[in-house]
């Protein structure tokens, strides 16, 4: 019990400690008007209190990722505590920080737009492709999950429950933020964390008791503990595998929908940095359940390899250690929860082609005109195998990752801040995302070269990637304080 409470109470001082550094080190400023305040026209610019932004922002960024990530993660052993708890509070929750504040101070403008702004327009038409594909398959993955397990439990028809999905996205991506996502997203967060919370009690509770003896971490233990270890290398698999509640190149497509919403900068820190944070309580919370429900790492890898999924294993903890109460918690956790994820991707995906063609979108024929279209191209999709689709998401997502913490390293250079805070975290990414690229069996999207190679190829790429930027930065730095000289000896 003592590494599952350390890990708790080490994101929880990251979010006091690390946050508030973090925020100082970007500069939040209240006395800066926010795109909420300066352009709101009660469709995405909207006003919202903080504790709701916060719910809100939550849900979109976690949905199933920090259960079932978890999860998969966990089957690799302890070590899995350690990236969730280091990779949460330096890399992901400043990832979301910036995704968010950044967006503030671009009108409130998508991921590719504030790209394009610190890294120049390649990179901005890339991402602008990339982000759009990324949030069609993350929504169409979300449908036909959840329509899979609705045509299981009630015996009706597939299509006919993808039909009903379908509808209510269509509502929730054409309606104002604030009548659908706003009133009933705080709910299912909510519902979200108490369900994780409640999981987290009972584990307490039985080990106080000694009903259930928690695994501590060890040094024998910190190794790839995976069933199938030549095929799931632990670098960099997991760190594709655990994505949400670590760090995830999605939440950078969803910050910016509350950064429409924010009244104050300060509020950042809650609702973009806290977030992060409360999904790694998440994930730490669910990686322990599934290495100790079964007795132990390896139990769990049996359980999955013998062709349980994830969506099996929340619903067996659940029932089993929660009752009834538990039934409703799966069902909102593996139905409820990645719908809701679903229609925030495709309203993601409205926003940022708007901003792609600077096309308002306050009227709804306007938004209409955009949406029709994305939600076409989204149900032919839907037609596809769901592992098809799944299998591309992990990469792409931390790929997405990588590049959001290259434009916040930018940026932090160009103000002539200390750029490390997210260069260092946007180096290791990089190196992570071109050895998954080398190294993953072919059915996962990799090249199945040597592993050995496959790592010293994915540190040379990221490395002289590194070595440019600090080549880049030092110059523009020069640059600058040239400028602002010779600006001060004409003044």
């Known amino acids: 019990m003592i590494t599952f409470l350390s890990a708790i109470l080490a994101l929880i001082l990251g979010y006091i400690f690390y946050g508030k550094f973090i925020e100082q080190v970007f500069g939040a400023d209240d006395t800066i008007k926010t795109p909420a305040v300066r352009l709101e026209d009660g469709v995405d610019f909207i006003p919202m209190p903080t504790w709701k932004m916060f719910t809100i922002q ?11 990530g978890a999860i998969l993660g966990a089957m690799y052993g302890p070590i899995a505590y350690i990236w969730i708890v280091l990779g949460c509070i330096f890399m992901g929750a400043s990832h979301d920080y910036f995704s968010g504040m950044l967006s503030i101070r671009s009108e409130g403008a998508s991921l590719p737009e504030i790209v394009g702004k610190h890294l120049g327009s390649g990179i901005q038409n890339f991402i602008r492709i990339f982000t759009i594909l990324l949030l069609l398959f993350v929504g169409v993955a979300f449908v036909t999950g959840p329509a899979g397990l609705l045509t299981d439990f009630t015996g009706g028809g597939l299509n006919w429950w993808l039909y009903g999905i379908f509808a209510y996205y269509l509502l929730a991506t054409l309606l104002p933020i604030n009548k659908i996502i706003g009133k009933i997203y705080p709910l299912f967060g909510f519902a979200l964390l108490l369900m994780a919370v409640s999981i987290a009690g009972i584990m307490i509770f039985k080990s106080a ?8 971490i060890s040094f024998g233990e910190l190794k790839n503990l995976h069933v199938n270890p030549t095929q799931n290398i632990l670098y960099p698999m997991m760190f594709i595998v655990i994505s949400c509640g670590a760090i995830s190149g999605f939440h950078s497509t969803q910050s910016p929908m509350m950064a429409r919403c924010m009244k104050k900068e300060s509020f950042g820190r809650p609702v973009f940095y806290g977030a992060m944070i409360a999904e ?11 290495m100790n429900f079964f007795g132990n790492t390896g139990e769990l890898n049996y359980t999955i390899s013998s062709g349980h999924n994830p969506a099996w294993i929340v619903n067996e903890i659940c029932n089993t250690w929660l009752g009834k109460t538990g039934a409703i918690f799966a069902i909102i956790g593996v139905i409820a929860c990645p719908i809701t994820t679903g229609d ?5 995906a409205r926003l940022t082609i708007a901003d792609i063609f600077n096309y308002n979108q306050k009227s709804i024929k ?6 029709i279209p994305l939600f076409t191209l989204g149900f032919i999709l839907s037609q596809l195998e769901f592992s098809t689709i799944w299998k591309y998401l992990g ?20 103000k002539g801040k200390n750029h490390l805070l997210l ?5 290791f990414m990089t190196a992570i995302c071109f050895t998954y690229l080398l190294v993953a069996p072919n059915k996962n999207g ?10 010293l190829l994915g540190i040379f790429i990221a490395s002289s990637i590194f070595i440019w930027f600090l080549v880049h930065s030092n110059q523009k730095s020069i640059k600058n304080k040239t400028t602002s000289v010779t600006t001060s000896q004409i003044e």
């Open 344 to 348: 925030t991707a495709f309203r993601s």
């Open 446 to 455: 990799g090249l199945a070269i040597d592993s050995q190679l496959g790592i």
């Open 58 to 68: 939550f849900l979109n960024i976690a949905g199933l990722g920090p259960i079932f």
């Open 209 to 216: 008791t000694g009903a259930l003896i928690l695994n501590e």
């Open 423 to 427: 260069s260092i975290p946007a180096l």
């Open 395 to 414: 990469l792409s997502n931390q790929i997405l990752s990588m590049v959001m913490l290259w434009t916040a390293a930018v940026y932090l250079a160009k």
């Open 280 to 290: 790694g309580i998440v994930a730490i919370i669910w990686a322990t359940a599934a």
């Open 366 to 371: 306007n938004r209409l005109l955009v949406s």
